[in-house]
């Protein structure tokens, strides 16, 4: 059973806190620590878009490298991508005995981060979008998070984590502890098998089912994504049961006897293999060589995806949405 935290003393967050990165966690992270009065300064690179709405927020903002002199943790809040280089501008100036603190184990994992041994080195990663997370916790709730210690240098690394995670507000609904590597390990795979490979796929393979089959692309769009949000708020509310529960019995006859034909042992196999990759560092290590080259693959299957009829019938009809609830007169 999964150990679960809901308090952290906030009061062990007596210094600054230095948040790299102003971006979807980063603004959610940086404005609910000020909220639950901590110190913030957000570190941003030279000319960064993001420094005025920074600044709007009323938070103190400097490089990276001046962020981080002096602050008792330091909150890796950037892409995968740049985090090794970001390091290596900030580490010449990081105070003796600070924390970094990552918000998914990626980089420290995959042995990309490594820092000195007088660093404790721990995770508060919620499961959730950043915007979600400032919602919620203006909201007076919070989103759940997993925390981790990779490195505990100071011998009370997982109280600093659990004080952060409730400065966040993520004590609120739940810390659940785990390590670097289960995080890590993890959140890629139900990346890619699941919530975003996985879905994606299924989708798109649905809709080009239907319109091969001669249906109208723009009724196979709405069958098989429009619909899927809220089949998925039904899931999130309640569970697959809960989900079944709501649907007609015509659907769930259908699910419960043609989902395990879609998705039948084949597909098992493939995620078990999906998971192999993950474990070995092979996926990691294809994503690293990826990103040092310039990401060019990845430029050339976005193109790829963004190209196919799917996205060209949910552009229209998405636009078409948006234009009839605009012309609702109000109330």
Same mark, same amino acid.
């Given at each position: 059973?999964?150990?679960?935290?809901?308090?952290?003393?906030?009061?062990?967050?007596?210094?600054?806190?230095?948040?790299?990165?102003?971006?979807?966690?980063?603004?959610?992270?940086?404005?609910?620590?000020?909220?639950?009065?901590?110190?913030?300064?957000?570190?941003?690179?030279?000319?960064?878009?993001?420094?005025?709405? @920074?600044?709007?927020?009323?938070?103190?903002?400097?490089?990276?490298?001046?962020?981080?002199?002096?602050?008792?943790?330091?909150?890796? #809040?950037?892409? /995968?991508?740049?985090?090794?280089?970001?390091?290596?501008?900030?580490?010449?100036?990081?105070?003796?005995?600070?924390? #970094?603190?990552?918000?998914?184990?990626?980089?420290?994992?995959?042995? !990309?981060?490594?820092?000195?041994?007088?660093?404790?080195? +721990?995770?508060?990663?919620?499961?959730?979008?950043?915007?979600?997370?400032?919602?919620?916790?203006?909201?007076?709730?919070?989103?759940?998070?997993?925390?981790?210690?990779?490195?505990?240098?100071?011998?009370?690394?997982?109280?600093? %984590?659990?004080?952060?995670?409730?400065?966040?507000?993520?004590?609120?609904?739940?810390? +659940? =502890?785990?390590?670097?590597?289960?995080?890590?390990?993890? /959140?890629?795979?139900?990346?890619?098998?699941?919530?975003?490979?996985? @879905?994606?796929?299924?989708?798109?393979?649905?809709?080009?089912?239907?319109?091969?089959?001669?249906?109208?692309?723009? @009724?196979?769009?709405?069958?098989? *994504?429009?619909? *899927?949000?809220?089949?998925? /708020? #039904?899931?999130? =509310?309640?569970?697959?049961?809960?989900?079944?529960?709501?649907?007609?019995?015509?659907?769930?006859?259908?699910?419960?006897?043609?989902?395990?034909?879609?998705?039948?042992?084949?597909? !098992?196999?493939?995620?078990? @293999? #999906?998971?192999?990759?993950?474990?070995?560092?092979?996926?990691?290590?294809?994503?690293?060589?990826?990103?040092?080259?310039?990401?060019?693959?990845? %430029?050339?299957?976005?193109?790829?995806?963004?190209?196919?009829? *799917?996205?060209?019938?949910?552009?229209?009809? !998405?636009?078409?949405?948006?234009?009839?609830? %605009?012309?609702?007169?109000?109330?």
């Amino acid at each position: 059973m999964a150990t679960i935290h809901h308090e952290g003393n906030v009061e062990l967050l007596s210094g600054k806190v230095a948040v790299l990165g102003y971006g979807s966690q980063g603004h959610a992270h940086a404005l609910n620590l000020r909220d639950s009065g901590v110190e913030v300064e957000v570190g941003l690179r030279e000319g960064s878009p993001s420094r005025a709405a @920074v600044e709007e927020a009323g938070l103190a903002v400097g490089t990276p490298a001046d962020a981080v002199r002096d602050a008792q943790i330091v909150s890796f #809040l950037l892409p /995968d991508q740049v985090h090794p280089r970001v390091y290596e501008e900030v580490a010449a100036n990081l105070a003796p005995g600070s924390a #970094l603190l990552f918000a998914h184990g990626f980089n420290v994992h995959y042995g !990309r981060v490594t820092a000195p041994a007088g660093h404790d080195v +721990i995770m508060v990663a919620p499961k959730g979008p950043g915007h979600i997370v400032r919602r919620l916790f203006e909201e007076g709730f919070g989103t759940p998070a997993v925390i981790a210690v990779e490195q505990d240098a100071s011998g009370n690394a997982l109280n600093l %984590a659990l004080a952060y995670g409730a400065a966040i507000g993520a004590g609120r609904a739940g810390m +659940i =502890e785990t390590t670097f590597a289960e995080e890590t390990e993890t /959140d890629l795979f139900g990346e890619q098998a699941v919530l975003c490979g996985g @879905v994606t796929e299924l989708i798109r393979a649905g809709f080009e089912t239907l319109v091969e089959g001669g249906y109208q692309p723009e @009724v196979a769009y709405y069958e098989c *994504l429009h619909e *899927l949000k809220l089949i998925v /708020d #039904l899931i999130w =509310e309640g569970g697959l049961s809960g989900m079944r529960h709501s649907v007609s019995d015509t659907a769930e006859f259908g699910d419960l006897t043609r989902g395990p034909r879609v998705i039948d042992y084949l597909v !098992r196999e493939q995620m078990k @293999v #999906l998971l192999e990759e993950i474990q070995s560092g092979g996926f990691a290590r294809e994503w690293i060589a990826e990103m040092d080259a310039g990401e060019p693959r990845l %430029a050339e299957l976005r193109q790829q995806a963004g190209d196919q009829e *799917l996205e060209r019938v949910g552009k229209e009809l !998405r636009a078409l949405m948006r234009r009839e609830r %605009a012309e609702v007169p109000a109330a």
